[in-house]
């Protein structure tokens, strides 16, 4: 099986997504994630998290950065159109701005793949 990185981008982020949600509407975004979780089952490797306060790093300096990935999971699927299908009706795509891209996990050369 094959592993693939998720990126859930939003242009809203994350934080401020989860900071201005009531109990209520935080409860259904998670129901509604869980259920996801559920009927991807075996699929999923590491359902992820949300993430925030990006900084970009390059050999000159440290910065911020206007990222716009909110969170991750990490799948594994025999192929990346199933798991593009897999991911076509997750809940993510219910927030405004949203999109999720999908990147294969590829071998690196001299190292063993687990």
Excluded at 12 to 41: C, H, I, L, Y
Aim: glycine letters at 8%.
């Amino acid at each position: 099986m094959k592993k693939y990185l998720v990126l859930y981008l939003s242009s809203v982020p994350a934080s401020d997504q989860m900071s201005k949600a009531s109990p209520e509407q935080a409860k259904a975004g998670m129901d509604a994630w869980m259920a996801w979780a559920n009927k991807a089952g075996k699929a999923i490797v590491d359902l992820g998290a949300p993430l925030g306060n990006p900084i970009k790093v390059s050999a000159a300096s440290v910065g911020s950065s206007d990222s716009k990935v909110a969170g991750f999971s990490i799948l594994q699927g025999e192929s990346s159109e199933g798991t593009a299908a897999l991911l076509k009706d997750h809940p993510h795509h219910r927030a405004p701005g949203s999109s999720i891209e999908v990147f294969e996990f590829l071998p690196m050369p001299g190292i063993p793949q687990k």
